[in-house]
């Protein structure tokens, strides 16, 4: 298994720009999660989702748009990239079972997209 | 919402000795409290969970202990080597016990751990 795997590694953008972050996971995982790693700071929740065709937003969503249209894969969308959004960004997966308390389980890490916006 | 305060944020041992991280969080609700290590330039890796049925978990020279009646908890690197040295992060998560958006796990700002040989 690959596990997560991000692309691009790396990106520069120009404000104003828009792209999409790619996120795909072969681990039949039902939970997905776009973070973003500051320096210095710990992970903050973008946007998860729960299954194909739901998503919901974590911490920090403004500026950013997901899609879940299939089990596997979990795109992030700047639309408008701004200095603010740099940062690199990690996706995670992880499988839980609905409606049980104690399934939680741990998430899995993409390598990684690094994202500067001059 | 949940809120994870970690400290210290940098810690500095010599080989051989002990280091110990902590973090409190807010939300009684909370259950599931996992640490991750993170390399430079990598990715982060899970590296010790516990739930909030059991006080303390061991895993070789690692430990992580629970208070929930303080809500804090700790993680003990025993033994540390200069392949320890990383940034640790603690996180909790209510586990979906307050519904679906409880899955969320809320990370501390993390401790950049050097051990000097």
């Known amino acids: 298994n690959a596990g997560v795997t991000q692309t691009p590694k790396f990106r520069i953008l120009k404000i104003g720009q828009s792209m999409t972050l790619q996120c795909t996971q072969d681990m039949n995982h039902n939970y997905m999660y776009w973070y973003r790693q500051d320096p210095g700071m710990g992970l903050k929740l973008i946007y998860y989702s729960v299954g194909a065709g739901i998503t919901d937003k974590g911490e920090v969503p403004n500026g950013y748009n997901v899609s879940r249209s299939t089990t596997e894969d979990f795109p992030l969308r700047l639309e408008l990239a701004a200095p603010s959004q740099t940062s690199v960004y990690f996706c995670?997966?992880?499988?839980?079972?609905?409606?049980?308390?104690?399934?939680?389980?741990?998430?899995?890490f993409g390598p990684g997209t690094r994202l500067t916006v001059l | 919402g949940e809120n994870v305060e970690q400290h210290p944020s940098t810690l500095s041992v010599q080989e051989g000795d002990s280091a110990v991280i902590k973090c409190t969080y807010s939300d009684s609700a909370s259950n599931y409290f996992p640490w991750y290590k993170q390399e430079l330039g990598k990715r982060p890796q899970l590296i010790i969970d516990i739930r909030s049925n059991v006080g303390e978990k061991k895993d070789q020279r690692i430990a992580v202990t629970l208070n929930k009646t303080a809500k804090h908890f700790s993680l003990h690197i025993t033994e540390t080597q200069p392949e320890d040295s990383a940034v640790y992060f603690c996180a909790a998560s209510s586990g979906g016990h307050s519904g679906a958006g409880s899955y969320q796990l809320t990370f501390g700002k993390g401790t950049k751990l050097s051990v000097i040989p």
């Open positions: 995670a997966s992880s499988y839980s079972r609905k409606r049980e308390v104690s399934s939680y389980n741990e998430q899995f």
